[in-house]
């Protein structure tokens, strides 16, 4: 199981930042991404980061500047930093870990955590 944490509400141009980690298996042998999904909407992926032996991250074109994903093996936690957020923004985001390189297919997860929700708002 993967648990989300540190989402909230926040104004538009703050930051926040998430946190996903496991009690159950070690982060590191894989690729971890964050994905969202908004009301109405389907879910995306937004930032991945493979497993430690190469640490390559990716990013959603729309966020590329603003977000940056992060691992620290000795917390066995990923990091979604999110900096200038925007309403756009808004969404439950997810992580999601593969035993394969990163992908931005849903399929392609083998375990998900429960979302925590982002909510950009003045």
Not at 8 to 17: A, D, E
Request: aromatic fraction near 12%.
């Amino acid at each position: 199981q993967l648990v989300e944490s540190g989402g909230g509400l926040v104004q538009p141009g703050g930051s926040l930042r998430l946190s996903c980690t496991s009690s159950d298996f070690t982060l590191g042998y894989y690729a971890i991404a964050w994905f969202r999904q908004a009301p109405g909407k389907e879910r995306e992926g937004v930032s991945c980061i493979s497993s430690s032996g190469s640490n390559t991250n990716y990013y959603l074109d729309s966020v590329k500047g603003r977000f940056t994903i992060s691992r620290d093996n000795a917390k066995n936690t990923i990091f979604l930093q999110m900096n200038s957020l925007k309403s756009e923004d808004t969404a439950n985001y997810f992580c999601a870990a593969s035993a394969h390189s990163c992908s931005w297919s849903t399929n392609d997860y083998h375990f998900w955590g429960q979302g925590t929700q982002v909510t950009v708002s003045s």
